[in-house]
């Protein structure tokens, strides 16, 4: 479960520091697929034309993170690790919502993953 920090009065959440307006999450029922689906067909260089069926299928069979806006619940940021739970791990799929960028929101995505993913 996330800890919003104004609830528990901690900046900390699996060692990732949090601001007052986001939030970081590794709970992939949380993810807005479509969102996500957008972003990456749509915006992204790499994932240009990708099937919304191929993107499910995709967060289905990775480790999907993102970043939250606190008082929207707006999903801003998104990655996914495709791994097999020993000895590699592939960040892949990183976006920032365009408005959202230079925030550091990046970072804390990566940060957040980091903590996730460390035994």
């Known amino acids: 479960m996330a800890c919003v920090v104004s609830r528990c009065n901690t900046p900390f959440l699996l060692g990732v520091v949090m601001t007052e307006r986001y939030i970081f999450s590794a ?9 996500v689906h957008q972003w990456l067909s749509e915006q992204s260089y790499w994932a240009q034309g990708r099937a919304r069926e191929k993107q499910d ?7 999907n993170y993102g970043v939250y806006d606190i008082g929207s619940g707006e999903q801003v940021a998104y990655g996914r690790v495709v791994t097999d739970g020993v ?3 592939w960040l892949c ?18 940060a957040g993953v980091m903590a996730d993913l460390e035994p």
Request: proline share 0%; aromatic share 6%.
């Open 27 to 35: 709970e992939t029922d949380r993810v807005d697929r479509a969102r």
């Open 57 to 63: 299928a995709a967060i289905d069979a990775s480790r």
């Open 87 to 89: 000895t590699f791990a």
């Open 93 to 110: 799929d990183v976006f920032v919502a365009t408005e959202a960028r230079g925030q550091g929101i990046g970072k804390m995505l990566a």
